[in-house]
């Protein structure tokens, strides 16, 4: 049973268009995060959601948009993709107030 | 907000021997600091955590300590095999019922046979 799924796990897309990455995890967790970890390997949040209501919301472009349908999902959707946004997304989900955060297996998103 | 400072950035050790890396970080209230171990192409994979109320946790081979009145933290991994080779990230909340880790830079750990 994965834990923290996310899909797909590659994306190799052009500038300008727009892409989702979807998110689901089946820990019973009520907070999950998107992370983007670049070439340097740096992990860096950019948003967190709680029982559907968005708690982080780091500085990242507006053409980043997270949507949680359910505790179970969190989607990233990006519209008007540029070369600097080539990076690997983490889904990641904790219970809230424990701490701990289980990763997905990361999508590898390039932009040519 | 917190700042997590992670050293070194690359270490690298002969199979057999001890790894040691050290984490400080900013926020006097941080209360959770986790590890994590990414090997190449995968998921940050939580290896250890220790909370404010203890000074140390060992797992096995593996052992973090933690100096709050310092504010920093380490990694002890002892007698270290290939498949320890890895990126190894620390972190820290942002205090109590916080839900956000500020993560370290990242060490890349190479265990030489």
């Known amino acids: 049973d994965t834990a923290v799924s996310q899909t797909p796990k590659y994306l190799v897309t052009q500038m300008g268009n727009d892409k989702s990455i979807k998110c689901e995890q089946n820990?019973?967790?009520?907070?999950m995060y998107w992370y983007k970890q670049d070439s340097k390997k740096f992990l860096k949040i950019m948003f967190s959601?709680?029982?559907?209501?968005?708690?982080i919301n780091e500085t990242v472009p507006n053409r980043f948009s997270p949507k949680s349908p359910d505790k179970a999902h969190l989607n990233l959707h990006i519209n008007s993709l540029e070369l600097g946004d080539s990076a690997v997304y983490f889904c990641?989900?904790?219970?809230?107030?424990?701490?701990?955060?289980?990763f997905g297996p990361g999508t590898r998103l390039t932009v040519t | 907000g917190e700042n997590v400072e992670q050293h070194p950035s690359t270490l690298s050790v002969q199979e057999g021997d001890s790894a040691v890396i050290k984490c400080t970080y900013s926020?006097?209230?941080?209360?959770?600091f986790p590890w994590y171990k990414q090997e190449l192409g995968k998921r940050p994979q939580l290896i250890i955590d220790?909370?404010?109320?203890?000074g140390e946790k060992k797992d096995q081979r593996i052992a973090v300590t933690l100096n709050k009145t310092a504010k920093h933290f380490s990694l002890h991994i002892t007698e270290t095999q290939p498949e320890d080779s890895a990126v190894y990230f620390c972190?820290?909340?942002?205090?109590?019922?916080?839900?956000?880790?500020?993560f370290g830079k990242g060490t890349k750990l190479s265990v030489i046979p």
């Open positions: 990641a989900s904790s219970q809230a107030g424990r701490g701990e955060q289980y």
């Open positions: 820990l019973g967790h009520d907070t």
């Open positions: 959601y709680n029982n559907k209501e968005l708690i």
């Open positions: 926020d006097s209230a941080s209360n959770y």
């Open positions: 220790i909370r404010s109320n203890v």
């Open positions: 972190a820290a909340d942002s205090g109590a019922g916080s839900y956000q880790l500020t």
